[in-house]
Structures are given as C-alpha cells and as structure tokens.
C-alpha cells in the first residue's frame, strides 16, 4: 500500500541533479499529496469568500469549509469540534496557552481566569528534551510570574529520567509542559505516566503533539491533557495553520491575547467582551483556504491509517538504525526502542551542515542543526546534528540511497579514524 501511496506527491517524482529525491525530512515538514494540492487551489477558484458573517452563497460555502476543518481534527484526535481552535502553527498555540496564563496572573480575564494564576512560590515542569516552542514561553511565563522553572532530564537512551519524577512535579506544580514525541530522537513519551503525576498535584498538562499527531494514532481526552498543540504542515496539510485543542471549560476560561474583530459579542468605547472558544482564539481574517485543505490531508491520514503509519515508519526506522550501525564514525543520539521514524546522529570529524550538504548532492533531503532543541543536544555533548526523518511515502529504497551516501561522507572529507578522535 505505502509504495502505491507515492504516486500520490508529485514532489517526490523531483530529481536533484542527476540523483532521484529521497525526501528524510519530514519532521520538519511533510510534503503534500495532490488531492491536498487540489483543495487549496479549488477553494480559492470556486468558494473564497470571508467566513461567517457573510449573506451570499459563497460566505456560506467557505463557512462550511471552515468548519468541516474543525470536525475533521475532532475526528482524529478525539473532542469536539468547538475544542479546536486555528492558529498560524503551534508554536502560536503554545504561546496562547503561556501568554493567556499570564494575563490572568496579571488579574486580566475576571474570577475565570483566576484558575490559571501563577506567582513566586508556584513552578512550571518541562523536560531536557523540548522543543524551543515549548521551552522559551513557559521561561518568559516563569519571568513574568516569578515561578520557577523546572525540568525533567534526559537519560543517556534519549528518555525521559522519572527518577525524581514526584519530587520535581510536585504540590508547587501549576503548569506541565511536555513533547509527546522528541523531535530530535524520535523517543515516544510515557504521556499516561506523566499526565498521573501531575493529576496527583492539580497541574494542567500542555501537550507538544507536533511530531505525534502526524504519525501515530492520539486521542486527546483519552490522554487526560488540558490543552495540546500541532502544526498542519507536518500533518501532510498546508503551512501558516495550527491547532490548539483544549478542554471546553479552560479555554472559556483563558484570557485570549490576539484581540480585534470575529472574537468578540459586544464591544464599546471602553470595553469589550469575548466569545466563548473556539471564536475568542480567532481575532481577525482566518486561514480558510489552509483549512479546507488541511480538511482534506487528515481524510487522506484517516484512509491510510495511523496505525499503519506507524508500523511502516517503525520498519524504515530499523532500516536506518541497523545501516548506520554497520557505518564507522556515526553515533546516533539516543536508542529507545518505542519511537517514530526519526534518527539524530553525529559523525565523527564532520560538522552536520557539510554532513547535510554531501547528502543533498546525492539527492538525499535531511535536517542539520539543533533542529530548535539546543539544550537536548548539550545534553548529548554536540552543538549540532543530522536528523533522517520518515513519513508514509518512504520506502526501503529511500533509506537505502541514505545510507550509501551517508557511508561516503567521512572518506569524501578525508576523515580518519585518527583524525576524528583529535
């Protein structure tokens, strides 16, 4: 089935120079099946028109797109479609969550929002392997309130460290923030483990689910989270979209901090009033197009399967994993078993920007850096490192062209053995 789904983006059919595109990197952003393709192109020539205020058949069509999105992440990651709410990606998503606790801790919102305050005395949890996205807003929250900032480590297999787990989250806990699914090594969390303890203290759970939702099957509510943020784009849907999915009450209760028109019910020269979610997360001009489209891409992950998409990345992965340990010089980062289909590694004797660049001449795409996750690669010891990231459109021979290239790059940089350990 997954080699027949490749024929569905026309992406991949690109040659770069003289080699075939072996597209590994798709943790970063997944590419686009023609029939999401066709979507944002229909809307825009067939029903664009500005949503929900609108009289005319084409205000209503575009409406109803706009909310069929809704249903469409309902339907996958559990809820309600009221509990969605659109944001440019998640990384807005996050900063709703952290900016909005912060106004109520700054008395905004009314005798709702007074669940969310935070002050000295109170600590928000986050873990050694977070994206920057769920690392830098709960810092600024931790600043502004005067909490204090507290993080879970990570082990030398890439996992979480719950040694001291009840010691770190503990009665001081207001907020716990965490990924699903490390970006970087791929690791799966024990989401059930961590949402207990923090239950155990009345903390709210913020759910990274960027490098989840796209590759596995998640159901929100059945996680026990309070709120969980996810991007389109890696999702095989179009870029500028996120979600953030809350429970009902909460995000009624959560000071909105992007104000203006469409989130409101009553505004005067002194004073305004907001609507209840999903609307009050919405100010302004919405991303309809990118919803109809996104609409269509989790149809498309919904007919595959994420259950399927999951084992296939999980047999890819192996592939990777055992190819690479047959190469001198490379270490990968992190070897917990329970993963997505995503390899960090470094190689001995090359900085990963060169790594990068000899792999994209063979036609091989991956991520180099710190791929946003600075503080995860300290722990490991390395500024930088490549990344081989899968989706449902890899197949063995894409980690086959990988790791030919991959076994290339230190004799095509001269590298010895000797030199790398200098």
Not at 80 to 96: D, F, G, H, R, S
Request: proline share 5%; glycine share 8%; charged share 20%.
């Amino acid at each position: 089935m997954f080699a027949r789904l490749r024929n569905d983006f026309p992406i991949l059919d690109t040659r770069i120079g003289e080699s075939p595109l072996s597209y590994l990197d798709s943790g970063a952003t997944s590419q686009k099946p023609q029939c999401v393709i066709d979507t944002f192109t229909e809307y825009y020539s067939q029903r664009n028109a500005a949503v929900h205020r609108g009289a005319h058949s084409l205000a209503v069509m575009a409406t109803e797109a706009f909310e069929a999105g809704r249903d469409a992440v309902a339907n996958l990651v559990g809820g309600a479609p009221e509990q969605v709410c659109w944001t440019k990606n998640a990384t807005e998503a996050l900063n709703i969550v952290a900016l909005g606790i912060d106004r109520a801790s700054r008395g905004l919102g009314g005798d709702e929002a007074a669940r969310f305050a935070l002050g000295p005395g109170d600590s928000i949890v986050v873990t050694e392997m977070e994206h920057h996205a769920n690392l830098v807003p709960w810092q600024q929250l931790a600043r502004s309130t005067g909490a204090r900032l507290r993080w879970l480590p990570v082990t030398d297999s890439g996992e979480l460290d719950l040694t001291d787990l009840g010691g770190i989250v503990d009665a001081t806990t207001k907020v716990f923030a965490f990924t699903h699914v490390s970006n970087v090594l791929g690791t799966i969390n024990p989401v059930e483990t961590l949402v207990a303890r923090a239950r155990e203290v009345g903390a709210l759970v913020v759910l990274d689910a960027c490098q989840s939702v796209p590759h596995m099957p998640v159901d929100f509510p059945a996680l026990d989270v309070d709120f969980a943020a996810f991007s389109a784009h890696k999702a095989l849907g179009p870029t500028g979209l996120g979600v953030l999915w809350g429970r009902t009450e909460l995000l009624d209760s959560l000071p909105p901090v992007l104000t203006g028109g469409s989130m409101i019910t009553t505004v005067t020269m002194d004073e305004a009033e907001f609507m209840p979610a999903p609307q009050r997360f919405e100010a302004g001009t919405q991303p309809v197009a990118e919803v109809a489209a996104f609409a269509t891409a989790l149809g498309y992950l919904a007919e595959v399967g994420l259950d399927k998409v999951l084992d296939h990345e999980r047999e890819l992965v192996r592939v990777l994993l055992d190819g690479i340990a047959e190469i001198p010089g490379i270490r990968v980062l992190g070897s917990a078993e329970n993963r997505i289909g995503a390899v960090a590694f470094d190689v001995a004797g090359v900085h990963a920007h060169d790594v990068g660049q000899y792999l994209d001449s063979q036609g091989v795409a991956v991520r180099v850096g710190h791929h946003c996750a600075q503080p995860l690669h300290r722990r490991f010891g390395v500024t930088a490192s490549t990344r081989a990231s899968t989706y449902l459109y890899n197949d063995v021979e894409d980690c086959r062209r990988f790791l030919t290239a991959l076994a290339e790059v230190r004799p095509f940089f001269g590298v010895t053995d000797a030199e790398a350990a200098s």
